[in-house]
């Protein structure tokens, strides 16, 4: 593996609870400082790889490389320092009710940092600029209209500087404007900060629209994955049912 070019190595990953098999040898290669999507049927696994690369789930079999380790191997304790290399938006933006916006924000770094309050602050609100909400770190969350939120849960995803960030389901329950705006800033921060994010996803059209890569689980494997047109021009038959059924143009 060459670790300057791929983030993380999934290799022959294999889960089941009781007898339904989720992943059945799941290989896929995530590169370094690019926008990886996984797309797939509801309930056809997509959350359940992804709990696997912060190790929330350990596999029945196979490997996941990250950094030179396979985490698979580690114990709670190493596990830790690796997850500290990831940040995560929520489906739900998992926004602490109680807390403002900058407390929300600069939460990780008071419980994970020895850095002055003044440093807090200083980074919080710069993170909150670069989502587009400059002066709202004093609003509550129960202020904040849907979109709002996500742009919070971004930035404290992004507050400890991660090499990997985490989407699951980035643009659930929000209208087709507020998506677009959501999903036009993933693509901007990553841009920006050039870290690795990985995506999962029902709204096929606009992964399509911001995706590197795209990875498509079907039956507990990858059966495709390249650039957005390479998984479009994808001669499978199980591809063309799945973007025809998603409304992909073309299909």
Do not use: C
Not at 26 to 52: A, D, Q, R, Y
Not at 130 to 137: I, N, R, T
């Amino acid at each position: 593996m060459d670790d300057k070019k791929t983030a993380i190595k999934i290799v022959d990953l294999h889960k089941s609870f009781d007898s339904q098999k989720v992943l059945d040898g799941i290989n896929l290669e995530i590169p370094h400082g690019e926008i990886t999507v996984i797309i797939g049927k509801s309930g056809g696994g997509k959350s359940v790889l992804m709990k696997h690369l912060i190790g929330l789930l350990k596999p029945d079999r196979g490997e996941i490389w990250i950094d030179g380790q396979d985490i698979t191997k580690l114990k709670e304790k190493e596990l830790n320092e690796v997850r500290k290399k990831f940040g995560m938006l929520f489906q739900e933006a998992a926004l602490f009710d109680s807390m403002n916006v900058l407390d929300n924000v600069a939460f990780p770094l008071r419980e994970h940092t020895k850095l002055s309050e003044k440093e807090i602050v200083q980074l919080t609100e710069e993170k909150l600029r670069s989502v587009g909400l400059a002066g709202f770190g004093y609003k509550m969350p129960s202020e904040l209209s849907g979109g709002m939120r996500k742009r919070v849960g971004l930035a404290r995803a992004l507050i400890m500087d991660p090499e990997i960030v985490l989407f699951d389901e980035p643009t659930s329950a929000l209208d087709p404007i507020i998506s677009l705006t959501i999903l036009d800033l993933i693509k901007e921060t990553q841009e920006r900060f050039k870290k690795t994010y990985v995506v999962i996803s029902h709204d096929i059209l606009g992964m399509f629209r911001i995706a590197h890569r795209v990875a498509m689980l079907y039956n507990g494997k990858i059966i495709e994955y390249g650039t957005p047109r390479d998984v479009k021009k994808s001669e499978k038959e199980e591809v063309k049912e799945f973007l025809k059924a998603t409304g992909i143009p073309g299909f």
